[in-house]
């Protein structure tokens, strides 16, 4: 989703509909992030990663550079790499992905990679095999304490979110993550989007 | 889905759950139907089709033969085509392949083409161009007057529909088709599923 518009959302939600539920969503798309020595591996030790954009959430950005994800079945090139990196790699797919690749990875929020797939990543130096990496990402908003507070929501919390769409869908157990730096905004993949018809602008609503 | 598996899920929605609001479900890949005349254009004049399997709706099977769906973005081989003949091709694709194709169809009931998309659909012989043939099929129960009459719904009714898996939603929306023809069985698309955690075997939860 283009900046501009998520400003837009964003001043909507905020300018006419304080103290409502209404939630701006964003898909992401398949991802991984790096750690260090996996970048080093990856493109070099002395290699220098260049930022190309960075994301909604404060803090976050896109490197120029792109991986290629390697399953039992399947190939998946130009995959974005997010920053900073991580302590850990971790690797985000949708299901889609997953059956094409040919892998099974859980539903989990980031960071829980415990038992998670293992994948093959590589660039045209390289490849390496990141193990317990692979996770399909868990339905998850961001928000500050100011709108935990106002929404009237806790960090962890499991809420439900209503997607308006001609498709309309309720999703369940959408886990709510508070942080200072966060701003608000629901995650979903490309998956839960075309299941909901979601497009660019769709807007949710928090059920508690 | 495998036969056996449907049965087995059909026995025990009506075994243990009778007089409930249990909804078999079943995941539909992207398919073609066919009217006669683009059967003879694609597959010759004198071109005898041969039936692969019956499909769980009555009368309905997949042909051994399959095709190419063009689109101005991409391609999409080995697409199934479903029997009989209809009088109007129609071509019943996920958003994914939607995007993947560089069309945009709506979310249509089957039969609903007017306004819908076009497609260039290719065998080894030759190309055709289906003008108004593309939709998004929108979400349905198939059921006989005895299962409408135990579920309490209509025809064209709209019901909502929650899926039990590690990542729940509920499906708004969801049509009511009833025919004296039709087996209990809801379909969805591999977005839907995908988006939903949907497994062979997970059951819908009706909610009127």
């Not at 090139?77 to 889609?96: F, H, N, W």
């Not at 038992?115 to 390496?128: F, H, L, Q």
């Amino acid at each position: 989703m283009q900046e501009a518009l998520i400003k837009e959302i964003v001043k909507k939600v905020v300018d006419t509909l304080e103290g409502g539920k209404t939630i701006p969503i964003e898909v992401s798309a398949r991802h991984v992030h790096l750690s260090e020595n996996h970048i080093k591996e990856l493109f070099g030790k002395d290699y220098k990663m260049s930022k190309k954009k960075d994301l909604s959430q404060p803090g976050q950005f896109q490197y120029n550079e792109r991986v290629t994800l390697i399953g039992p079945k399947g190939v998946l090139k130009g995959v974005a790499i997010l920053g900073p990196a991580r302590d850990k790699t971790q690797v985000e797919i949708s299901k889609t992905d997953a059956i094409a690749l040919g892998i099974n990875p859980p539903v989990r929020e980031s960071g829980d990679l415990d038992g998670s797939e293992k994948i093959y990543i590589a660039t045209e130096k390289t490849v390496i095999e990141a193990n317990e990496s692979v996770i399909i990402a868990k339905r998850h908003i961001h928000m500050t304490q100011e709108d935990a507070k106002r929404l009237g929501v806790k960090d962890k919390q499991l809420v439900r979110v209503r997607i308006n769409s001609d498709r309309p869908v309720v999703l369940e157990d959408v886990v709510v993550r508070v942080n200072s730096r966060y701003r608000l905004s629901m995650h979903i993949d490309f998956d839960e989007a075309n299941g909901a018809g979601y497009e660019d602008g769709t807007l949710g609503e928090m059920i508690i």
